[in-house]
């Protein structure tokens, strides 16, 4: 037997054997399969990101104390939440609208200078007796800015004249902002219920004498001041104010323009009335403000009260030591615009 084509023969035992290809003629040979890739670890895997998370809204800056303390003033005005004491006083009122205006004057513009706070009371009731001058009584609202922010927020209670109260407007401002009638009784009542009262015993010719009689104390009349104080039992506070003087030195006086108007003078000042509104600007004087030791009188019996001749000792003990502050502060003032 022929073998068959494109085998191979191969003898075995001495038998021939065939051994005939896998692939014979006429069958194509299918390409080996390429060897299997490896397969990828999961380091290896591409990395898809996640859409990002927006971005957190940014936190908006707390609003200014100004800011937020005039809207919660307009908010109490709309609701009518907000209180008024028995005089008139308006607490909320006198904080926003009044004191920011004259602290910067108390600032700015006369830099003042405090000394002898630690003599105003934290608590408790007392009476500030202070020399008066300079014409318009801004001496009285810079002493009441002092007393408000070296207390830590106590508000003076001053006693105002009749002509004060008269006036249009003014008169009910003055009501608002802590202003009361210069009598004994509202006097009392304020120390009695604790608070700061000032009283200026020199009056209209305490602010309105003349520049020649500056720093000169005019008489602090019959002491009703003092009898107030002691009926209360609470301390007497001398003040002397050095600065008002001079911010509008007082050289003359048109009598009959203030009998027309109803003033109790109407002043004549280098500057004024002869360049008009702009003469009324106060001249940036330097400041100081001295609060005085104490004077008790919570030491006299119910009988003191009624004794006058105790009463003129110790007024014009107040007196004195009010004078005698402002001659010490004037000695050392080298100059009246830098102190």
């Known amino acids: ?24 003629p006429g069958r194509v040979s299918q390409p080996a399969a390429p060897p299997a ?14 859409p990002a998370a927006p971005p957190a809204p940014a936190e908006p800056e707390p609003l200014p104390e100004s800011v937020r303390s005039a809207l919660a003033f307009l908010r109490n005005r709309l609701t009518g939440d907000y209180t008024v004491d028995e005089f008139g006083f308006d607490a909320e009122l006198t904080e926003t609208l009044v004191l920011p205006p004259l602290r910067a004057l108390y600032e700015k513009w006369f830099r003042v200078d405090t000394f002898g706070v630690e003599n105003l009371p934290a608590t408790g009731g007392a009476l500030l007796v202070s020399n008066h001058s300079g014409t318009l009584p801004l001496d009285a609202l810079m002493t009441a800015v002092a007393v408000h922010d070296e207390t830590g927020g106590r ?38 219920g604790g608070e700061l009262v000032g009283v200026w015993p020199e009056g209209f010719k305490g602010i309105g004498k003349p520049f020649s009689a500056r720093y000169k104390l005019q008489r602090f009349g019959r002491g009703g001041f003092v009898s107030a104080a002691m009926r209360a039992g609470v301390p007497i506070i001398p003040v002397s104010v050095v600065g008002a003087e001079e911010t509008y030195p007082k050289i003359g006086d048109i009598r009959l ?29 330097k400041w100081t403000i001295e609060f005085g030791e104490p004077i008790r009188t919570d030491d006299f019996t119910p009988d003191a009260i009624d004794d006058p001749m105790l009463v003129f000792t110790l007024t014009d003990q107040v007196r004195e030591s009010i004078q005698q502050a402002l001659y010490r502060r004037l000695a050392q003032r080298k100059n009246i615009f830098r102190g």
């Open 1 to 24: 037997m022929s073998p068959a084509i494109g085998s191979e023969a191969h003898t075995v035992n001495g038998a021939e054997a065939q051994v005939i290809p896998l692939h014979g």
């Open 37 to 50: 890739e490896p397969a990828k670890s999961a380091s290896d895997a591409p990395v898809v990101a996640f």
């Open 155 to 192: 508000h003076l209670r001053g006693l105002g004249a009749d002509l004060v109260f008269k006036m249009p407007l003014v008169g009910s401002f003055a009501r608002k902002s802590g202003q009361t009638l210069a009598c004994n009784a509202d006097a009392e009542r304020l120390l009695r």
């Open 257 to 285: 323009l203030a009998r027309v108007l109803g003033l109790p003078y109407f002043p004549v000042t280098p500057f004024f009335p002869l360049f008009g509104a702009l003469g009324a600007v106060p001249l940036p004087t």
